[in-house]
């Protein structure tokens, strides 16, 4: 069931967060490159490995980052939360925390019109939802698969080829010549 109106209110915000975040937006009359304060930080050698693989990517915290930004410039930024707070969720210890951590994940991520609602298939979310009454920390192995699949297979190669990345693998070229490259 399509709820139009919470879906315009959550662009609404999505589009309001640009339009204070000049960062994550365009600039009227500039290029559509990202402003990334983090690059100058990345070894050169590291911003070249992102390409490699997605692998190399999500090994990266200033790789993650610089996805992450970019997949807010494409209102997707919720697969890789979520894939980070599977992440996070499998660290985590206590029976009790576990439970709680679960349900706000599946809440805010996975049920269907959730706040943040990932895109996978019917089934795969209602084994999500059947794993929730015994968690563990691999309750939520097969819905984090397919965000990481459709991650790789779809925002990954086009983050390779944005101007964000190519501007930073420019950069990084030009460090590792100990040239300056060309603007």
């Not at 640009?18 to 050698?45: F, N, V």
């Not at 679960?102 to 269907?112: G, K, L, M, T, Y």
């Not at 895109?119 to 920390?137: F, M, P, Q, V, W």
Request: glycine content about 6%; proline content about 3%; aromatic content about 8%.
């Amino acid at each position: 069931m399509c709820r139009p109106l919470g879906r315009a209110k959550d662009l609404k915000s999505r589009l309001g967060i640009l339009l204070h975040k000049p960062e994550l937006g365009h600039k009227a009359g500039s290029s559509s490159k990202l402003q990334l304060g983090s690059r100058r930080r990345d070894s050169s050698r590291e911003v070249l490995e992102w390409r490699e693989s997605f692998d190399q990517l999500l090994k990266s915290k200033s790789g993650v980052n610089a996805f992450h930004t970019f997949l807010k410039t494409e209102f997707s930024e919720e697969n890789l939360d979520f894939w980070l707070a599977c992440e996070d969720f499998k660290k985590t210890r206590s029976k009790t925390k576990l439970a709680s951590k679960a349900n706000r994940i599946f809440e805010e991520f996975v049920q269907s019109e959730a706040p943040r609602e990932v895109n996978i298939d019917h089934e795969t979310r209602e084994i999500t939802r059947k794993n929730l009454s015994g968690a563990t920390s691999a309750c939520f192995n097969e819905a984090q698969a397919k965000t990481r699949t459709l991650m790789e297979k779809d925002s990954y190669p086009r983050f390779l080829k944005s101007a964000s990345y190519q501007d930073m693998t420019k950069q990084a070229a030009g460090r590792g010549t100990g040239k300056r490259p060309h603007t």
